[in-house]
Structures are given as structure tokens and as C-alpha cells.
């Protein structure tokens, strides 16, 4: 060979450095595209869920929560371990879909078509007795294996254990029963959705199935103001308020306050203050009475809306 081997190292070294730089690129361009999906919401009535490991990992990166929920359908009331779907609070359902780092795409099934639904039904159970005859026939043939083997490695087939396995192999078909709560069962975690061109996204948001009165938007507006400063809000039914703020991700503290959103104009009797402030201070929490501004209560032109007023108590003791 004429050429020199330096050379040859040199032109090996900037074609797999070529090589590297187009694998990094594509990767890039993948994961760009990955971080540019939409979120898909789906409802099952009126309550948002998430069903995509990709979405529920996007929505914790921008301090969306929810709450697991789903579990095992052979051990449907254990709540240990919990997987999907993802239980989103209508306020971080909204906050998605305001948001444009993770818009959000909204899915309803409409089941007003009974015939429809009833083939889907059908074509349901029909699937389901096709996969436990499938099944059925694969663990009588993984039976009959294991008998089989074990027939063959007994050194003399005459006795009594070789000929008793034997006689079993052989009415196998006549007595074999596989328990239908052993099948396997596909569960469908995820439904394709549409290609989210600018008119479909644009007509999906105005398809919301939840109404948004003067409750919900007074909890969106405290959750929104409190998201942006940086808090981590979860729901706060067993505490007796709206949302627990956090001040950091949930998995590594502890909240420290709780918030109760109410508007500038209800009226809220003292015996439930000292007993939310009372519940607080059991808890070691700080309870935040949370009302959001109007434009015509700070007197001034320009939009305040999400303007947020903070009340804290504290329950001290009784003099």
C-alpha cells in the first residue's frame, strides 16, 4: 500500500467525528421536536387526565403536579403504588393551556352515538375471548412440555410415577382449566390524537367541557400568581383549603402553606377562619388567605387581572 498511515488515521478520525456530529444533530433535532409536542389532556367527565410518560414528564418540568391515580386492574384498591393516569387539577389543566412553553391539546369522547358504542363493546368482548383461547391453548402446550420432560428423564418408564405421568399427559386435554382471572389482559394507555395544525388547536381550547365560573377562576387566578413567584401547588382537600403550596418540588419538601382562595366580596364567618387557622397550626403551616383583585378596586386603567392579595394566619393561642 502507497498511501501513508498517518493519513489514513487522520481521515478515520474526521469521518467518525462526522459521523458523531450527524448522530448528535439527529438527537438534537429529536429532542427538540420531542420538547415542541403538545400536551395531550384528556377528560373523563369533567376531570383532566394525562396517560403519556413524555407528557407527565414535560408538565413536572414546568411545576405542574397532578396526582396519580391509576392502579393494577387485578388489585384495583391498592393505593400504594399508584401509576397512570395523571389526575391534573382543573386550574393546572387551564394553566397548560395558557401557557406557551407546554400548550395543551384537549381530547373529549363523545359517547352520545349508542350504536357506535355498543360495537366498540362488542368488538371489546370479542377481543378479549379470542386473547384467553390464545392464551388457553399456550399454557396447555407449556403443561404438556413439563410433563414431557419430566417423563423423559425418568431412566425406566415402566413404574408406577413414569406410568401415572404418563396417564395424565394423556387426559390433559379433557381435564386441563385455565382460570380466566389469570389471563393477560392489554391495557390502553394512550389514544392518537390529532396532528395539532394551528385551526384544530384553536378549536379544541374553545371545547372545554368544564365551565369556568366565578369559583374556578378565582382558585386559577391564586394558582397562577402563586406559580409564577415559584411555588409548587397540590390539591388541599384534606386539609381544608384550596391548594398546599410548596416551596420547592413536592418530592423533596415539605408545604408550608396552605391557601384558601376567596373573593374580595364573600363573606366568610369567623368560626371557619379560627378553625382553618387552627387546623394550620396542627399541621405546622401557615394558612394564606388568598383574593384576587379586580380592576376597579385598585382604581387604575390599565389590566391587574391576576393581581393576588395574601392574608396569613397564624394561631397563636388564647390570651
Known amino acids: 500500500m502507497d498511501g501513508d498511515p498517518a493519513e489514513m488515521n487522520v481521515s478515520q478520525s474526521s469521518s467518525s467525528m462526522e459521523v458523531k456530529e450527524d448522530v448528535n444533530t439527529?438527537?438534537?433535532?429529536?429532542?427538540?421536536?420531542?420538547?415542541?409536542?403538545?400536551?395531550?389532556?384528556?377528560?373523563?367527565?369533567?376531570?383532566p387526565m394525562l396517560w403519556k410518560v413524555s407528557d407527565m414528564k414535560k408538565c413536572r418540568s414546568v411545576g405542574v403536579i397532578g396526582a396519580l391515580v391509576g392502579s393494577l386492574a387485578r388489585q384495583p384498591r391498592q393505593n400504594v403504588r399508584l401509576g397512570r393516569p395523571l389526575e391534573l387539577l382543573q386550574e393546572e389543566a387551564l394553566l397548560l393551556v395558557e401557557t406557551g412553553s407546554?400548550?395543551?391539546?384537549?381530547?373529549?369522547?363523545?359517547?352520545?352515538?349508542?350504536?357506535?358504542?355498543s360495537e366498540a363493546v362488542r368488538q371489546y368482548e370479542a377481543g378479549?375471548?379470542?386473547?384467553?383461547?390464545?392464551?388457553?391453548?399456550l399454557a396447555l402446550e407449556d403443561k404438556k412440555t413439563v410433563l414431557r420432560r419430566i417423563i423423559s428423564e425418568k431412566e425406566n418408564g415402566t413404574d408406577d410415577s413414569g406410568n401415572a405421568i404418563r396417564d395424565r399427559l394423556n387426559a390433559l386435554d379433557q381435564a386441563f382449566c385455565?382460570?380466566?382471572?389469570a389471563m393477560a389482559v392489554q391495557l390502553c394507555t394512550a389514544r392518537a390524537g390529532f396532528s395539532h395544525c394551528p385551526e384544530e388547536r384553536s378549536f379544541l381550547s374553545t371545547d372545554w367541557p368544564v365551565p369556568r365560573d366565578e369559583r374556578l377562576n378565582t382558585r386559577f387566578c391564586v394558582y397562577r400568581d402563586l406559580r409564577s413567584k415559584g411555588f409548587y401547588l397540590t390539591s388541599a382537600g384534606k386539609f381544608g383549603g384550596d391548594?398546599?403550596?410548596y416551596p420547592g418540588d413536592p418530592l423533596r419538601f415539605h408545604a408550608h402553606f396552605?391557601?384558601?382562595?376567596?373573593?374580595?366580596?364573600?363573606?366568610?364567618?369567623l368560626s371557619d377562619i379560627l378553625s382553618i387557622a387552627r387546623l394550620g397550626s396542627n399541621v405546622k403551616k401557615t394558612v394564606l388567605l388568598c383574593s384576587p383583585q379586580s380592576r376597579n378596586e385598585t382604581g387604575k386603567d390599565e389590566s391587574v387581572e391576576g393581581d393576588v392579595v395574601y392574608s396569613s394566619l397564624q394561631w397563636s393561642s388564647m390570651v
Open 258 to 269: 396552605i391557601a384558601l382562595c376567596i373573593s374580595m366580596d364573600e363573606e366568610l364567618p
Open 102 to 117: 407546554a400548550a395543551a391539546s384537549l381530547h373529549t369522547q363523545d359517547c352520545g352515538d349508542e350504536e357506535m358504542h
Open 178 to 181: 385455565f382460570p380466566l382471572s
Open 128 to 137: 378479549l375471548e379470542s386473547s384467553y383461547k390464545e392464551q388457553c391453548a
Open 26 to 47: 439527529r438527537s438534537d433535532s429529536e429532542n427538540q421536536a420531542a420538547g415542541d409536542a403538545l400536551v395531550d389532556i384528556n377528560f373523563c367527565g369533567s376531570t
Open 243 to 245: 391548594f398546599l403550596v
